[in-house]
């Protein structure tokens, strides 16, 4: 028998939606954007989405330093 997952896994077995900006762990797509807006503020989300957009960019395009 292969025990590959501890026994705690089996509350996990539903995909969850974690917060971008701090990890929290949502049952809902929906429930991060409420935490979102519940938990952090507008700039902090904005701030996050610009990086997030940043790092696609950086691929093509050298980051400033
Ligand atoms: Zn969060």
Redesign the pocket.
């Known amino acids: 028998m292969q025990s590959m997952a501890p026994p705690t896994a089996t509350a996990r077995a539903e995909k969850t939606h974690d917060?971008p900006?701090?990890g929290?762990e949502l049952a809902a797509a929906n429930d991060v954007y409420v935490?979102?807006q519940v938990?952090?503020r507008k700039s902090e989300i904005s701030e996050a989405l610009i990086q997030a957009t940043a790092d696609e960019s950086n691929q093509s395009v050298v980051a400033e330093r």
């Open positions: 917060c900006l701090c929290h935490h979102l938990s952090h």
